[in-house]
């Protein structure tokens, strides 16, 4: 059973920056989601083994994702932050290196970390 472990959420002013940690174990494809009240879950990131990255529209420019194999975990950079990227952010792996914007294709999910920014 693989566990991912989400941390580094916050509360944070419009423009301000956070950074996400991931821990997950092994050779796998690494996303993050989002959710925000009353909305669908959305992708934000994901990258490969090779550290080949995939964005979502409304992050891309702003967000960045990597890993760190070393240490099992992967980061996701947030900055210029604005309110609304106000959300639940979830860390998600697969098996399958095949990249993928769909939550339904992933495997394992973390418990999921609040990220709230301020006008």
């Known amino acids: 059973q693989v566990q991912l472990v989400e941390s580094g959420g916050g509360l944070v002013q419009a423009g301000g920056s956070l950074r996400l940690s991931c821990a997950a174990p092994?050779?796998?494809?690494m996303g993050w989601f989002r959710q925000a009240p009353e909305k669908e879950r959305e992708f934000v990131a994901s990258?490969?083994?090779?550290?080949?990255?995939y964005y979502g529209a409304v992050v891309k420019g702003r967000f960045t994702i990597s890993r760190d194999d070393a240490k099992n975990t992967v980061y996701l950079q947030m900055n210029s932050l604005k309110p609304e990227d106000t959300a639940v952010y979830y860390c998600?792996?697969?098996?399958?290196?095949?990249?993928?914007?769909?939550?339904?294709?992933?495997?394992?999910w973390g418990q999921g970390t609040q990220v709230t920014v301020s006008s």
């Open positions: 990258i490969n083994w090779s550290g080949i990255t």
């Open positions: 092994g050779k796998m494809f």
């Open positions: 998600a792996a697969k098996f399958d290196l095949r990249p993928s914007w769909s939550q339904a294709e992933y495997d394992y």
